[in-house]
């Protein structure tokens, strides 16, 4: 059997929010930017009737005037091969794909979910795009969005965000956008459920945030991963997605033992610490590691913000 699409999506199910908002409240908007930006939408469907990329195109339909984006296929891209790379560089195609990424402010993907994963022409584009000390992707602002599967391509989303820590982007964390039913949702390739239309709004407005951010004050840059020790799975992956909105890359343990049989083996710039593991363990931790930065909280936000103030100390000295 080939691949089982999440099928881009008529699997039954209910769209999954996070952080929506509140009935009553009044549904988000994005701010206009101090200067213009601008988004590269890139879809993972090869499909002409693609929900997910239909979900790209309402995004682009609900920003202001001053963000514009543009929507791209990745119909025609030739498989990544090495050989073919190094006989006659990129190829037009792909040299095309990675100009625009290039000339974009901050990227959103809208991934399907086929096999539990992303989709094979994703996966291939981002191999593309890379490549090379000048990849286009490097440290770039972006947001991931998807339609299908009974999770709304949840796993393809937490598989996206671990390829693209490769060149350090800086995923927006949350909200997420995870819609199932798609069939429901659109109508003539057109989104009509004003609930997703409010969570495609909330996460254009933090990717912009993002994007602001980047301009006025750059995240510091962290030689090496952030090792997170936790036993709580879901603390790890809320904690790993905010520092993947940094362009940090973490490995998660779920002991003080196992941390400390990593050090030796992997290049470890900081460790975020639970503070409910024992305090011995945590202890021996520190000792172990006793030149790192050591932070004791599982708060995304006062990590981030302990995390930034102790590299910018390193880089100025101060």
Request: aromatic share 4%; charged share 25%.
């Amino acid at each position: 059997m080939g691949p089982r699409p999440g099928n881009d999506s008529k699997v039954p199910g209910a769209t999954l929010r996070r952080n929506a908002p509140a009935d009553g409240e009044v549904p988000p908007h994005v701010t206009a930017p101090s200067t213009p930006v601008h988004l590269l939408g890139i879809s993972g469907s090869l499909r002409r009737g693609s929900y997910n990329t239909a979900l790209l195109r309402a995004m682009r339909d609900l920003l202001p005037n001053d963000v514009t984006m543009d929507v791209t296929a990745l119909a025609g891209l030739p498989m990544y091969d090495w050989d073919l790379e190094q006989a006659a560089g990129f190829p037009p195609a792909v040299q095309r794909l990675r100009d625009q990424v290039a000339r974009a402010d901050g990227i959103v993907f809208g991934t399907p979910e086929y096999n539990f994963s992303v989709t094979g022409a994703l996966k291939n584009a981002i191999d593309w795009l890379s490549r090379g000390p000048d990849s286009p992707l490097d440290r770039k602002p972006a947001a991931i969005v998807g339609v299908g599967g009974g999770s709304g391509t949840a796993r393809s989303q937490a598989h996206l965000r671990q390829i693209l820590g490769h060149n350090r982007l800086r995923v927006v964390a949350t909200p997420q956008v995870l819609v199932t039913r798609g069939t429901e949702r659109f109508a003539e390739g057109r989104l009509v459920d004003p609930d997703v239309a409010a969570n495609l709004t909330a996460v254009a407005a933090r990717l912009v945030e993002i994007i602001e951010r980047e301009r006025r004050d750059p995240a510091p840059q962290v030689d090496g991963n952030i090792l997170v020790v936790t036993p709580r799975r879901a603390a790890a992956d809320r904690i790993a997605r905010h520092l993947a909105e940094r362009g940090h890359r973490s490995i998660i343990v779920d002991d003080a033992a196992d941390a400390i049989d990593l050090l030796p083996a992997r290049r470890i710039g900081a460790i975020v610490v639970d503070p409910g593991l024992p305090s011995t363990g945590r202890a021996d931790l520190r000792s172990a590691a006793a030149d790192l930065p050591f932070v004791e909280t599982v708060e995304p936000r006062h990590i981030l913000d302990a995390l930034d103030a102790t590299f910018r100390s390193h880089v100025t000295g101060v």
